[in-house]
C-alpha cells in the first residue's frame, strides 16, 4: 500500500510541474516546441514513416481491448472473490494511475505544444485595425478570382487526384513555407490512409493526427478535391502546430505556393468554405457567388451533400468529443476554432498589402 502510494504521488508531481511549464509560453515555445519537440518528434517520426501502415490505428483497437478485458476482469472478480473492497480499490488505483502516465506521455511528446505562443503573435501589429464583414468579403473576392482563374487552367491540364500522388507532392511543398516560418522547420514523413475510412466518415473526420506514434493520418473516402488541403493540415500538426485556425493556416500557405494547379485549388477551395460560413446571407453575399465559376458551385454542392449522408448521432457525438478535447487543450472555442483561420489570413493578407 504504501509503495503504491509513492508511485502515486510521484506521478501526481509530475503531472503537476508539466501543468506548471504550460503556464508559460516563452518557455514552452523555446524550450519545448523549437527543442525538445522537434528533436524527439523529428527522430521518431522517421521511424514509424517507415511503415506503411498506420500504427496508430492498430494500437487504438490493442488499447480498447485491453480496457474491455481488465473492465471484465474487475467485474468477474467482484462476483466471484470475497475481497470486494480491496478489487474495487486496485481497480480505481489503477484507472487513476493510468490516466497520470497517459496524462504525462501526452503533455511530454506533443501536449505541451497547446500552450506555445501562436503564430498569429506574429502579424500582431495588423491586428491593431478590427476586422470587419468588408475585410472578410475583399478575402472571399481575393480567393474567388484566384479559384476561377485556376478552374480555367486546370480544364486544359491533367490533373492527378490520386491520394498517395498528392500526398507525396504536398510533403514536398511544405518546404516552401519553411522560409517564412523558419522555427517550424523540422523533419516530417507523410501523412498514411486510415484503413478505417468509413467509420471516419460517419464521425465526420477527414484526418486525425496520432502524438503518440507522430503519425499524420488522413480518411481517404473524402472527396478528392479535400485530399491536398487535408493532408497539408494533418502535417502542420506532426511539425507542432497544435491549433485547429492555425493548422488550416499552413495548409492553405502550402496549398497556395505549390506549382500543381490542383492542390493550390484544394486551398483555395476548403478555405473559401470556411470564408463563405462567416459571411451573412445578403446581397453582398449572393453577389460573391455570382462571380464563382458554375463547376465550383456544383463541387460546392457536391461537397456539402457528401457530408450530409454521413451526418447523424454519430457524428454528434464525434464533435461533442472534439469539442470538449479541444477545450480541454487551450482552445476556448471548440470545434469554432477551425474556422478561425478567417481571422488569421486577413491578418496575413494584410501584411502582404493585398486587402
Not at 195 to 222: A, C, D, H, R, W
Not at 246 to 253: C, H, I, P, Q
Request: charged letters at 20%; proline letters at 1%; glycine letters at 4%.
Amino acid at each position: 500500500m504504501k509503495n503504491k502510494l509513492i508511485f502515486l504521488l510521484c506521478i501526481s508531481v509530475i503531472a503537476i510541474l508539466l501543468k506548471l511549464l504550460s503556464l508559460s509560453k516563452f518557455l514552452v515555445e523555446n524550450f519545448y516546441s523549437k527543442f525538445i519537440y522537434k528533436k524527439l518528434a523529428g527522430g521518431l517520426n522517421k521511424l514509424s514513416g517507415k511503415l506503411s501502415f498506420s500504427l496508430g490505428e492498430i494500437l487504438i483497437i490493442i488499447f480498447a481491448i485491453i480496457i474491455i478485458l481488465f473492465i471484465i476482469f474487475t467485474i468477474k472478480n467482484l462476483i466471484t472473490e470475497k475481497e470486494r473492497l480491496k478489487i474495487l480499490f486496485n481497480f480505481l488505483y489503477s484507472i487513476i494511475c493510468a490516466a497520470i502516465i497517459v496524462y504525462i506521455i501526452f503533455m511530454s511528446i506533443w501536449g505541451l505544444n497547446y500552450y506555445r505562443m501562436p503564430i498569429i503573435d506574429n502579424y500582431s501589429k495588423y491586428m491593431e485595425k478590427q476586422i470587419y464583414n468588408e475585410d472578410i468579403y475583399s478575402l472571399a473576392e481575393y480567393l474567388i478570382k484566384d479559384i476561377n482563374n485556376l478552374k480555367s487552367q486546370i480544364k486544359y491540364s491533367e490533373i492527378n487526384t490520386n491520394y498517395q500522388a498528392l500526398n507525396r507532392m504536398v510533403e514536398v511543398d511544405y518546404k516552401n513555407i519553411f522560409e517564412e516560418f523558419n522555427f517550424l522547420n523540422m523533419n516530417y514523413s507523410r501523412t498514411k490512409p486510415i484503413k478505417s475510412s468509413k467509420l471516419f466518415l460517419y464521425l465526420q473526420i477527414s484526418g486525425i493526427y496520432n502524438p503518440f506514434t507522430f503519425e499524420s493520418n488522413v480518411n481517404i473516402l473524402i472527396p478528392y478535391v479535400s485530399f491536398p488541403f487535408t493532408v497539408a493540415h494533418e502535417i502542420s500538426h506532426q511539425i507542432g502546430i497544435s491549433y485547429e485556425d492555425e493548422a488550416n493556416f499552413l495548409a492553405y500557405l502550402v496549398c497556395s505556393k505549390s506549382e500543381d494547379l490542383f492542390i493550390r485549388y484544394s486551398g483555395d477551395f476548403e478555405i473559401l468554405l470556411y470564408i463563405l460560413s462567416e459571411l451573412n446571407r445578403d446581397e453582398d453575399y449572393g453577389y460573391l457567388i455570382s462571380n464563382l465559376n458554375e463547376e465550383t458551385k456544383k463541387e460546392i454542392k457536391e461537397y456539402n451533400e457528401f457530408w450530409r449522408q454521413y451526418s447523424g448521432d454519430l457524428s454528434k457525438i464525434s464533435e461533442k468529443v472534439n469539442d470538449t478535447y479541444l477545450k480541454a487543450n487551450s482552445q476556448k472555442e471548440g470545434v469554432k476554432s477551425y474556422s478561425r483561420v478567417v481571422r488569421l489570413l486577413v491578418y496575413y493578407y494584410r501584411s502582404k498589402n493585398i486587402i
